[in-house]
């Protein structure tokens, strides 16, 4: 595999299937639909393990406190050589880590949100320069859209964080290949025909919105087909040029902000992804939301980390 402009999409597998969630707006009078729930993570999160082919919760983290109520949140750890299932969370500060050489992902409560921390610890996952082919470590947070709202009940889609990078360092020298080697920080949107009475029922696309990659300050726009890997989807993945969400680089370690309606970006996606042979059988009219996924990719031996805040899709209905 060679890394052209961006890696292919991180994979949630349950996120490619159907869910049995049913699209709303009953109540006409509701104007505005959060798509990402519990922004401070107060019912937990599903911990999925290091093998994507298996894709299966295997324990729960509770960084405020044991919940009855099912988490709405995943986190996964597809290609690391460490689980954290057993870890014990360490709180300093009001901050609650969870932590092994491999990774640390860190919660500090902040009313309706959480300051997040995602660090992956490359030098201790690759002894040597990973090598084509071979899988990689990710840190993804996670969540299906209960809602799976259609495209066409939306005016608008306003995605919102605050995100800064805390520190990326190159651990393998002068071994550098940009074509397999980086570590990178996107969300992706599981864009998914959700009409059941369609043929392509179940069909999909990935919608990709970058915010760092080690190699470019300027990140361009990428459209493929999701390869890569013996589990990659197949599937259609468009992720936007970095200059249209936000100016700026996260490589300068500084606080960013994003405030940006991505609604004609998926709507523009969606015409690309057919234009490319994808979704033939899929109109506009049946497209939903199905699922979000956000975090590390790290196919290269780098130690780094980011933070965020204040994530947020806010759908205006018609």
């Known amino acids: 595999m060679k890394l052209n402009i961006l890696l292919l999409t991180p994979i949630f597998l349950y996120c490619s299937m159907p869910s049995m969630a049913q699209q709303i707006n ?81 919660f500090t409560g902040m009313g309706n949100t959480a300051l997040v921390s995602m660090e992956i610890i490359g030098s201790n996952e690759y002894p040597t320069p990973r090598k084509d082919g071979q899988d990689w470590p990710h840190l993804l ?26 520190y990326d360092v190159n651990k393998m020298g002068d071994a550098l290949d940009e074509k397999l080697h980086t ?9 998914q025909n959700v009409n059941k009475q369609s043929a392509a029922y179940g069909d999909y696309f990935w919608f990709g919105l970058p915010l760092y990659d080690y190699r470019y300050r300027d990140i361009k726009e990428y459209a493929a087909q999701d390869l890569g890997k013996e589990d990659a989807t197949k599937k259609f993945i468009l992720n936007v040029a970095a200059k249209d969400l936000f100016s700026g680089s996260l490589q300068d370690k500084k606080w960013v902000g994003i405030k940006k309606d991505i609604y004609p970006l998926i709507i523009k996606a969606f015409k690309k992804a057919q234009e490319r042979g994808f979704l033939k059988d899929t109109q506009l009219t049946d497209l939903g939301i199905d699922s979000m996924n956000f975090g590390w990719e790290v196919p290269g031996t780098f130690d780094c980390g980011f933070q965020f805040k204040n994530l947020s899709l806010t759908a205006t209905l018609k």
Do not use: C, H
């Open 26 to 106: 009953p109540d006409k009078k509701i104007k505005k639909l959060e798509v990402i729930t519990d922004k401070n993570f107060k019912n937990g999160i599903e911990l999925y393990g290091t093998n994507s082919a298996n894709a299966v919760p295997i324990s729960k983290l509770y960084p405020f406190g044991k919940t009855t109520t099912e988490p709405n949140w995943r986190l996964a750890q597809w290609g690391s050589k460490f689980d954290i299932v057993n870890v014990k969370p360490s709180v300093a500060n009001g901050k609650v880590s969870y932590e092994n050489q491999g990774k640390r992902i860190s």
């Open 141 to 166: 947070l996670a969540q299906n859209v209960e809602s799976r709202i259609r495209l066409t009940e939306m005016q608008s889609l306003l995605y919102t964080i605050n995100t800064r990078l805390m």
């Open 183 to 191: 570590s990178q920080v996107s969300l992706y949107l599981n864009i």
